[in-house]
């Protein structure tokens, strides 16, 4: 009996059809990433994201109803993340202090108590380095950083910014910056600590803030 063989020709796969596939495969990582980021607040400037990082002073000159209310922020801020988001609480005088474990933490039940038992325990003290602090922040690798402090003065040189632009992976700075009255316009160095990371700069007065209950 003779056998009748027939090549199968290989498939051919149009460039149209290619051109789809590796336009689903690009848009699914997006997707998953846009599922994961949320919004949060500090003092009415916005940061977008899955994972936060907290860069508070907590120096001297913050004690009292400027600590007070800079902790009551943080913490409301941090309800405002769902509970796949992530992040982690600096403050610090001329040494940073971590929430422990210092790893970033889940938005979920245990993360939020931990970070009010972190937050409470916060008292002011000692003066103020804002390079450090935010160099420790910036390795956790987060995509959003709020700093908040009232210390202006020594300005931020012209080298430490660039030290900070040089270690942020990408990172958003948002400043937001203490002091009592108007706006003097004299944090100069900190608006620029923002302007050159992606940020936002917000001057607060913080002689209209509540006082602590």
Do not use: C
Not at 58 to 71: F, N, P, Y
Not at 132 to 137: E, F, N, R
Not at 149 to 164: F, G, H, I, M, Y
């Amino acid at each position: 009996m003779l056998l009748l063989t027939r090549r199968l020709r290989p498939l051919a796969i149009q460039p149209a059809a290619l051109s789809v596939v590796w336009l689903i495969a690009s848009i699914q990582p997006a997707a998953a990433q846009d599922a994961r980021s949320g919004q949060t607040q500090v003092f009415g400037v916005t940061g977008t994201g899955s994972r936060f990082v907290y860069v508070f002073d907590r120096s001297l000159s913050m004690k009292g109803v400027a600590l007070d209310a800079a902790k009551r922020e943080l913490l409301a801020s941090l309800r405002q993340l769902d509970r796949v988001h992530q992040f982690q609480i600096v403050f610090y005088n001329e040494a940073p202090r971590v929430m422990q474990p210092p790893q970033m933490q889940f938005a979920d039940e245990n993360g939020l108590r931990a970070a009010e038992v972190f937050v409470g325990g916060i008292t002011a003290g000692g003066g103020t380095d804002h390079v450090q602090a935010l160099k420790l922040a910036m390795r956790m690798s987060p995509d959003v950083i709020f700093l908040l402090t009232d210390a202006d003065e020594p300005q931020l040189s012209r080298k430490e910014l660039e030290e900070v632009h040089r270690s942020n992976g990408g990172a958003v700075i948002n400043v937001i910056e203490f002091k009592s009255g108007l706006d003097p316009g004299k944090g100069a160095s900190l608006r620029k600590l923002a302007d050159e990371n992606r940020g936002q700069y917000k001057y607060v007065d913080v002689s209209k803030l509540p006082a602590s209950r």
